[in-house]
């Protein structure tokens, strides 16, 4: 085996997250919950700004990650990828609740876990669009737009509560 082909087999772990994208259970599924525990962790860690260019930075990467994938599979949407769902989920988890209280914390994330997955199986309005973008940006592009569709839900249910989610503080 080549060099690149090594390379492209090692970055294509990557964008399954192996082992997770051979799950036998719902790896997208199995791959959100990974985005939600590590969003979690690093959302409670850094300022929001910080958290804003880590996101970036990573569904650059797993952009990447995915094209890489597409040239040493050649497989049109492959399941086994799951560093989309993660990033998708990366962006949902933008409107979680800031609080002290762990309970209104966990029911925020169940929220943001529950919103995400619902966007990106149904597909709703214009998210099945975006995956129909060729190579990696498809592959990426649903996510993130039903990662953006979960936030913007979320944030008007958390809102219309009266709770103070993490958006908010980028202005304060």
């Known amino acids: 085996m080549s060099i690149n082909k090594k390379l492209l ?4 772990s990557f964008a399954e997250v192996y082992p997770i994208g051979h799950s036998k259970y719902a790896p ?6 990974i985005g939600v525990l590590i969003g979690y962790f ?22 990447l990650l995915c094209e890489a994938h597409l040239k040493f599979y050649n497989k049109k949407d492959p399941k086994e990828v799951v560093v989309d ?4 989920q990366f962006v949902a988890i933008l409107g ?20 995400f997955r619902f966007f ?17 940006i498809g592959i990426m592009a649903d996510d993130i737009v ?27």
């Open 85 to 88: 769902e993660i990033s998708g």
């Open 9 to 12: 087999l090692y970055l294509s």
């Open 42 to 63: 690093l959302i409670l860690n850094l300022d929001v700004k910080f958290y804003l260019i880590f996101l970036l930075i990573f569904i650059i990467v797993s952009y």
């Open 96 to 115: 979680c609740v800031q609080s002290d209280k762990s309970t209104y914390m966990f029911l925020s994330l169940l929220l943001s876990f529950v919103l």
């Open 146 to 172: 039903a990662g953006l569709f979960a936030l913007v839900t979320q944030t008007a249910i958390l809102t219309s509560l009266n709770q103070n989610i993490y958006i908010k503080t980028l202005w304060n």
């Open 120 to 136: 990106d199986i149904t597909k709703i309005g214009p998210i099945k669009r975006f995956e129909n973008l060729p190579n990696g």
């Open 28 to 33: 997208g599924t199995m791959g959100s919950l």
